[in-house]
T-cell receptor, first 115, second 116 residues
Framework: AQKVTQAQTEISVVEKEDVTLDCVYE???????LFWYKQPPSGELVFLIR??????QNEISGRYSWNFQKSTSSFNFTITASQVVDSAVYFC????????????FGTGTSLTVIP | DAGVIQSPRHEVTEMGQEVTLRCKPI?????LFWYRQTMMRGLELLIY????????DSGMPEDRFSAKMPNASFSTLKIQPSEPRDSAVYFC??????????????FGEGSRLTVL
């Protein structure tokens, strides 16, 4: 079974629109970590955020915000006023302490911001 | 500070040849991971090391793949013999873990392998 599901394969938005990338995870652990990574066209994977399972506070960093809801096992990522430079593939990931801190990545959402 | 360093960035080889990919993790990081990324399968964990010891190699596709970490600052992923289906981007990542919990993975820029 897929531990991290990113149902949106591809999204296209026009510049300055807001966009939300969905992430749903599955775990039996009480202690786990959630991550978002960005992979721009150049190919490298860039860390964006880490959230532990005990901290459900939403986080905002500039135009980026994250909504963590344990009740729905979701960790969604919103980009406000999108820009062309936001075009990339975004990966959500789960790490469970019980299973030795392995990272489970979703299949990624490809975001295209149209100027 | 230097990040995770991988070499080569690009490798084109012929089927049957041996391929060696190299990785230098971030100094002080005690975990090292090898991932493979393809369009069909996304990011797959191949193997990871803790303090130079392989912990889980269940993701290694078959015996043609092997990985070593002779010391804390160097790891190799070897494919012998290579096949066209091995064509992918191979990422190395390192992480600092501890009692505080899971640290984020820091990825190298990847090695793009093409097997003809």
């Amino acid at each position: 079974a897929q531990k991290v599901t990113q149902a949106q394969t591809e999204i296209s938005v026009v510049e300055k629109e807001d966009v939300t990338l969905d992430c749903v995870y599955e775990t039996r652990d009480t202690t786990y970590y959630l991550f978002w990574y960005k992979q721009p066209p150049s190919g490298e994977l860039v860390f964006l955020i880490r959230r532990n399972s005990f901290d459900e506070q939403n986080e905002i960093s500039g135009r980026y915000s994250w909504n963590f809801q344990k009740s729905t096992s979701s960790f969604n990522f919103t980009i406000t006023a999108s820009q062309v430079v936001d075009s990339a593939v975004y990966f959500c990931a789960l790490s469970e302490v019980r299973t030795g801190n392995q990272f489970y990545f979703g299949t990624g959402t490809s975001l295209t911001v149209i100027p | 500070d230097a990040g995770v360093i991988q070499s080569p960035r690009h490798e084109v080889t012929e089927m049957g040849q041996e391929v060696t990919l190299r990785c230098k993790p971030i100094s002080g990081h005690d975990y090292l991971f090898w991932y493979r990324q393809t369009m069909m399968r996304g990011l797959e964990l191949l193997i990871y090391f803790n303090n130079n010891v392989p912990i889980d190699d269940s993701g290694m596709p078959e015996d043609r793949f092997s990985a070593k970490m002779p010391n804390a600052s160097f790891s190799t992923l070897k494919i012998q013999p290579s096949e066209p289906r091995d064509s992918a981007v191979y990422f190395c990542a390192s992480s600092l873990r501890g009692l505080a919990g899971t640290g984020e993975l820091f990825f190298g820029e990847g090695s793009r392998l093409t097997v003809l």
